[in-house]
Nanobody, 125 residues
Framework: QVQLVESGGGLVQSGGSLRLSCAASGRTVSNYVMGWFRQAPGKEREFVASISRSGGTTIYADSVKGRFTISRDNTKATVYLQMNSLKPEDTAVYYC??????????????????WGQGTQITVSS
C-alpha cells in the first residue's frame, strides 16, 4: 500500500504560479510511476503529467505542455507539479496517483493503483 497526500492548492490569478506537492508513505515510492490528474466539475478525470520511477522520463498532456513541470525527489518520497502561466481552464481538483507498472507513458487513470484525496486549484480571470 502507498498513501498519497497532496498539498499546495489554492486560489491564484490568471497568469500566476503554484507548486503542488504529493507526499508518499508506505512502500518505497521509487518503485512507482507517479502521475498528476485533474477533474473539473461535471467533467471526467483527465491526465496532466507523469514521471518515471527514476525521474528520467516525463510525459505531459498537450494542454499543459510548456507550462507545467513534474518532478520527484525519491529521497523525500515526494512528487511535485510546478504550474506556471495558469489559466482559468486549469481550475480543477488535482490528484496525485501512483502505479506499479514500468512505463510512465500511461494517461489512463484506471491504470493507476493508488490515489491521493485531491487538492483544489482555482484560477481567477
Amino acid at each position: 500500500q502507498v498513501q498519497l497526500v497532496e498539498s499546495g492548492g489554492g486560489l491564484v490569478q490568471s497568469g500566476g504560479s503554484l507548486r503542488l506537492s504529493c507526499a508518499a508513505s508506505g512502500r518505497t515510492v521509487s518503485n512507482y510511476v507517479m502521475g498528476w490528474f485533474r477533474q473539473a466539475p461535471g467533467k471526467e478525470r483527465e491526465f496532466v503529467a507523469s514521471i518515471s520511477r527514476s525521474g528520467g522520463t516525463t510525459i505531459y498532456a498537450d494542454s499543459v505542455k510548456g507550462r507545467f513541470t513534474i518532478s520527484r525527489d525519491n529521497t523525500k518520497a515526494t512528487v511535485y507539479l510546478q504550474m506556471n502561466s495558469l489559466k482559468p481552464e486549469d481550475t480543477a481538483v488535482y490528484y496525485c496517483a501512483a502505479r506499479t507498472g514500468v512505463s510512465a507513458n500511461v494517461n489512463n487513470p484506471r491504470l493507476y493503483d493508488y490515489w491521493g484525496q485531491g487538492t483544489q486549484i482555482t484560477v481567477s480571470s
